[in-house]
């Protein structure tokens, strides 16, 4: 796949995100976890990478109080709770080739605090 960005930081996500993806793959007892990052939203969903198919999504563009570290830490417990409803306790993190600072580890923490095991 060519990358068609012309910023050296997109670059570096998509290569992290490419050797990140490598190694990381969802099954149906254990899905990935995967973070995706705009300039506006934080978005998550629980994949099952076997058969192609996303279990369960959330966002971050319904919430409106809060600081953005809220909304990302509130956004992981938001998964947790419909992986939950699914019988999933047991998830690979997928950071998106995003550094593990700030709203992306906000997102891993709320998860892990409202029970999902990584």
Known sequence: M???RNNTAGLKRER???RVRS???GIAERPRMAVFK???YLY???IDDTRGVTLA???TKGMT???ML???SELGKTIAELGQKQKITKVVFDRGGYLYTGKIKAVADGARAAGLVF
Do not use: P, Y
């Open 2 to 4: 060519a990358i068609t």
């Open 16 to 18: 992290r995100h490419r």
């Open 23 to 25: 190694r990381v793959s």
């Open 38 to 40: 705009s300039n506006r």
């Open 44 to 46: 998550v969903q629980l």
């Open 57 to 59: 999504a959330a966002t």
């Open 65 to 67: 109080k809060g600081s």
């Open 70 to 72: 809220e909304k990302a």
